[in-house]
């Protein structure tokens, strides 16, 4: 069996991440898979000077600014994250664009995988057809915990996902809200599964990770933020820090490493060593929660109120957490109550992590071996 695994794979953790576990899980099951070529851009429109052009228009002055001044921090990061797909993660020989004639991909592989992550926001829109499979031959199309970020679709768009859905023949959504959508917006039935990371288990993560050596040598606090700092977020973070314990934080630019002193470039597998070494979890991303889960440290979820776009795709934390029964972790910055969360002994959570990793692992066992 030879399958297209089709989903993103940037300079991102969890993207990164979710894409090495499922092909960890169908190679160990007898699959030969390897990820898709794919490019978000027209072959014929590929310019380097327009696309810094793009990136100045969306960063602003200050922020282009700030991009030139971190290019060499940028530079290093990039590579710990090419340098980790080149060694972990098997991709096609060719590569495709969105002007591509993708069809042509059905007399390459016998089945079609895609997800996970957030491939079917209407954040990439254009890039749909790729995403929704929609080049695929009916018999291959399988989809394994794609997520639409939140649980609607604008009206505009109803129709071309009701006609790309249709053309799956496996259908699974990483969300239970995912698939609320489907099946009321579409009247289809799905298969709700977990994220890819949380089909290995830890031991197998621990497989990966390898080296025992810890990157920070005293008890600290990992916090693993996106949301912008703000005043309440910085006092939330300063009571952190008296109750619980010393903060530290991947440095995302030069005033950042100087602030959070982690010595070395932080790709997929130190980010892995961060979380399982910490005495406890602050995130407010859902890949931050998945690892939390995984390395079973006490944690809290920070609820996004800053207004940003990615404030708007709480529900594919608040689902999954409701899954697991650990909603009560979800909170807002004025939090005090740190007693109650400094530990984490919850037999029942670890039952019902157990229990969704089968059902998930049997779903995509049939999808691999048809």
């Not at 991709?91 to 069809?103: N, T």
Request: glycine share 6%; hydrophobic share 35%; with cysteine.
């Amino acid at each position: 069996m030879k399958i297209g695994q089709v989903t993103m794979c940037g300079d991102n953790y969890g993207a990164c991440l979710q894409a090495y576990a499922l092909q960890q899980y169908a190679k160990k099951n007898g699959a030969e898979i390897e990820l898709i070529r794919y490019h978000q851009a027209d072959r014929n429109r590929v310019s380097p000077i327009m696309d810094k052009f793009k990136t100045a228009c969306r960063l602003g002055i200050k922020g282009t600014v700030d991009h030139f001044y971190n290019r060499s921090f940028i530079a290093s990061r990039k590579k710990a994250f090419s340098d980790f797909r080149d060694k972990y993660i098997k991709f096609s020989h060719e590569e495709y664009w969105r002007d591509s004639d993708l069809i042509e991909l059905n007399d390459v592989y016998d089945k079609f995988i895609c997800g996970s992550d957030m491939i079917w926001s209407e954040e990439f829109l254009d890039d749909w057809r790729f995403f929704f499979l929609g080049f695929a031959d009916y018999e291959k199309s399988c989809s394994y915990a794609p997520s639409f970020g939140r649980n609607e679709i604008s009206s505009e768009n109803k129709k071309m996902v009701s006609n790309y859905l249709t053309e799956i023949k496996m259908l699974s959504c990483r969300e239970q809200g995912g698939c609320d959508l489907i099946k009321a917006t579409f009247g289809m039935d799905s298969v709700q599964v977990i994220d890819p990371t949380l089909l290995l288990g830890k031991e197998e993560w621990e497989e990966l990770i390898g080296n025992r050596n810890r990157l920070i040598n005293e008890p600290y606090v990992f916090t693993y933020l996106f949301g912008d700092k703000d005043t309440e977020r910085i006092s939330f973070l300063k009571r952190v820090n008296k109750e619980i314990g010393k903060t530290y934080s991947i440095p995302m630019n030069l005033r950042d490493k100087a602030r959070f002193p982690i010595k070395t470039e932080v790709g997929p597998i130190e980010f892995m060593r961060l979380f399982r070494d910490a005495e406890f979890i602050v995130t407010d991303t859902f890949h931050g929660l998945m690892f939390s889960v995984l390395f079973e440290k006490p944690f809290i979820v920070l609820k996004r109120n800053d207004g940003s776009r990615w404030a708007k795709y709480s529900d594919r934390m608040t689902s999954t957490m409701k899954m697991l029964g650990v909603l009560d972790r979800y909170i807002d910055s004025d939090f005090k109550d740190f007693d109650g969360v400094k530990s984490f002994e919850d037999n029942e959570y670890r039952e019902k992590l157990e229990k969704l990793r089968r059902l998930s692992q049997d779903y995509l066992n049939l999808v691999i071996n048809g």
